[in-house]
């Protein structure tokens, strides 16, 4: 799918807008704080990139480059929101936000999501309930309160859903072991 940008059709356009567009709001949001907003600017580096017809060679200068622009395009947000309105954001907080180190911290915790959605869409919808609640922090009484089984039932859903999900993350355990200790 991914030649050099200027001579993507519309059709390979629009599947890298698809692949790219959700887990880039949510990485905006992060800066903006406001997920209209992120939508926005994620909207807007798309249209340049489209519009100037960016060259870029593969998988990972794509990634780099997208998530580069709307961090960018996030803080330009930022600094220009601090000095129209004086926001409760502080220049402080700005400058936080632009550091290299949050930006991967970001970057990281946004992928590893993404992996670990599109495994956990996978499973059977009593397992992908359970494991989602369970990711919310719910205890398994609680879940199973919730759900009125037993707790039982919600222990053997986990198995069978941790069965079915370690050959789909393996290869990337050490991605969601990183963005684990980085979310905390």
């Not at 599947?15 to 209209?36: E, R, W």
């Not at 869409?121 to 369970?134: A, D, G």
């Not at 079915?164 to 200790?181: E, G, I, M, N, V």
């Amino acid at each position: 799918m991914l030649k050099k940008l200027n001579q993507l059709s519309v059709k390979e356009y629009k599947a890298l807008f698809n692949a790219y567009y959700t887990p880039l709001c949510l990485f905006s949001n992060k800066y903006v704080g406001n997920i209209d907003l992120s939508k926005d600017v994620v909207q807007d580096v798309f249209i340049n990139i489209w519009k100037k017809k960016i060259v870029l060679r593969d998988e990972m200068e794509i990634k780099a480059y997208l998530y580069t622009s709307v961090k960018n395009k996030s803080l330009d947000y930022l600094k220009n929101k601090h000095q129209k309105f004086r926001s409760n954001q502080t220049l402080d907080d700005i400058k936080k936000l632009e550091k290299d180190s949050f930006f991967y911290k970001e970057v990281v915790i946004v992928e590893a999501s993404e992996i670990l959605e599109k495994a956990i869409n996978t499973l059977p919808f009593k397992c992908k309930n359970i494991i989602e609640l369970s990711l919310k922090g719910l205890s398994n009484k609680q879940i199973a309160e919730e759900l009125s089984v037993s707790i039982n039932t919600i222990k053997t859903q986990k198995r069978i859903a941790y069965r079915k999900l370690r050959p789909l993350l393996k290869d990337s355990f050490l991605l969601l072991s990183f963005s684990f200790l980085m979310g905390n």
